[in-house]
């Protein structure tokens, strides 16, 4: 029960026995900030972070740790009259019945500013970070505050150095348990490294932000006049930037995609990812495969096309959709178990590897890597991205971070050359620690560098020399391109097997299935060791 609100200056509380007491400390938590404050958060297009939980997770399975924290007023015989509860949600719940840790701020309350006490129930450092690291099981952040406040110095008397509250347990989270961030509103400061520090972040368009600092900071700092989204918003931060992984248009869809993303996944990093039913059967064969490929090897065509006939239907789940476009990372199922899928992509750049779509490779493979999912090259590179915007952009020194990256994989893995595979972006879709399986269609080709273009380099004083060059160039293109045949190189075994585009999905299940048995005998966290480059 819930004791009544008297009339202001009324007493409170004043004959309340401990379970009436309870009642009434709950039913204060649950008014959150108040009408007028849930109002403003409705009237802005945001849920209330009790709205956010009921909605993402499992109906009824939210049980609250934290929940009489806050803020008591009392009168002058300590009778309590009301309770600000702080502002910060926290506990456990269920999604797809597995039981996730989960938190967020409460806008309502302050703003979701830092809640004053020397233990924190959420954000970095907080009881939820430690919830998820010693049971095990997923984390999800969802954000909606900009962290501390200046007039925190005013309570506390004293000003702290910076790492207090710090990052420690975000950062061991990383490597031990799915970590998961929506972002909902505007984040700066903590609750914006927090999202970063995540395997997988999602904001809405419109109507969330992220940035170190806000435009105030902005403007005292370089005097620079510049609103909330252009500063920080989705167009920034996720299709330019890359700071957060996907964007849509609505909470609903950012909470599905968290739901979706973790289906994928194991609780935590000593688990092997759940295997679902299968109604796609293994051995289906798609004719459209033999056809899809144009003959003209500079022509584009569609990489997302491929990979939806390949996979389980409808299993498909794009992480950056809409940053490093060259390159397609992609959780998806075949035969109803998790694969990363990595993919090329030649309608941007003709598939080469630009900065962005080398980091973006990066973190796929270490997420891929860390919770034993087996990874799926589709490879289409003619190599790093090149000129003058590529070299100022950093393209080869991460090119080779994803090189060194794919050095380090200890997940099962396959390589299929679907067109192109060329150079050291090449390199970066084989692991030399697993059996170094490369499979390729028949319209295969690799090397260290084109014969197109390479001619002109390996050539070039007996090109000049030549009466005709641009004609002998030609001439020499067609004499090495025999010798550029996948079959000569299956002749060798230089790659394992050349097989039918239609029996992509049959042998790639196959593979995968054998994976799984493996995987079950290398659980647990991936040791790594090295400077990265």
Request: charged share 25%; glycine share 10%.
């Amino acid at each position: 029960m819930s004791a009544p609100r008297p009339e202001a200056g009324q007493p409170e509380a004043a004959t309340l026995d401990p379970l009436d007491e309870l009642a009434f400390r709950r039913d204060e938590a649950q008014r959150q900030g108040g009408e007028t404050a849930i109002a403003r958060q409705h009237a802005a297009g945001r849920l209330t972070v009790r709205e956010r939980i009921a909605r993402l997770i499992d109906p009824d399975s939210f049980r609250e740790v934290g929940s009489l924290a806050g803020t008591g007023r009392y009168d002058q015989q300590n009778r309590l009259l009301s309770v600000t509860p702080a502002p910060y949600v926290a506990g456990l719940a269920r999604i797809d019945g597995r039981p996730v840790a989960l938190g967020g701020e409460d806008f309502t309350v302050r703003g979701g500013t830092t809640f004053g006490s020397s233990r924190r129930k959420g954000g970095q450092g907080g009881f939820v970070e430690d919830l998820a690291f010693h049971y095990r099981i997923p984390l999800v952040n969802l954000i909606d505050g900009a962290g501390g406040s200046v007039t925190s110095i005013q309570k506390r008397g004293h000003s702290v150095f910076p790492g207090v509250h710090g990052f420690e347990r975000s950062v061991s989270l990383l490597g031990t348990v799915p970590v998961a961030s929506a972002v909902l509103g505007t984040a700066a400061g903590g609750p914006a490294g927090r999202a970063i520090l995540s395997h997988f972040s999602v904001m809405v368009r419109g109507s969330s932000q992220i940035f170190a600092a806000g435009p105030p900071v902005v403007k005292r700092s370089l005097g620079m006049t510049i609103d909330k989204e252009s500063l920080g918003g989705a167009r920034v931060a996720v299709d330019e930037a890359g700071t957060i992984h996907n964007a849509v248009d609505t909470e609903d869809e950012a909470l599905q995609q968290i739901r979706r993303f973790l289906s994928y996944l194991p609780s935590n990093c000593w688990e092997a990812p759940p295997v679902l039913p299968a109604d796609d059967p293994v051995d289906r064969c798609e004719e459209r495969l033999a056809q899809i490929v144009p003959q003209k090897r500079t022509q584009a065509y569609s990489m997302h096309r491929l990979l939806q006939m390949v996979i389980d239907r409808d299993s498909g789940f794009e992480i950056q959709p809409s940053h490093g476009k060259a390159l397609i990372t992609m959780l998806a199922r075949l035969g109803g178990r998790s694969v990363g899928i990595i993919a090329n992509n030649p309608m941007v750049y003709g598939g080469a590897m630009d900065a962005a779509a080398a980091r973006k490779q990066i973190h796929f493979m270490e997420m891929c890597d860390t919770f034993h999912i087996p990874l799926v090259f589709f490879v289409d590179v003619p190599g790093f991205m090149v000129g003058e915007k590529a070299e100022k952009a950093g393209t080869l020194r991460e090119g080779m971070r994803a090189v060194f990256a794919a050095g380090r994989l200890t997940v099962p893995t396959l390589t299929l050359v679907i067109r192109k595979c060329y150079g050291m972006a090449g390199m970066a879709t084989c692991n030399k620690n697993d059996i170094d399986l490369k499979l390729a269609w028949p319209s295969g080709e690799w090397g260290s560098l084109p014969i197109q273009g390479g001619v002109a380099a390996a050539f070039a004083r007996e090109l000049r020399a030549a009466p005709d060059p641009a004609a002998r160039e030609k001439e020499i293109e067609a004499e090495l391109a025999a010798y550029a045949s996948p079959f000569r190189s299956a002749e060798a075994f230089a790659v394992e097997e050349v097989i039918d585009p239609r029996e992509t999905r049959p042998v790639l299940c196959e593979f995968i299935a054998l994976a799984d048995k493996r995987q079950q005998s290398s659980l647990g966290p991936r040791l790594r060791s090295g400077v990265s480059p």
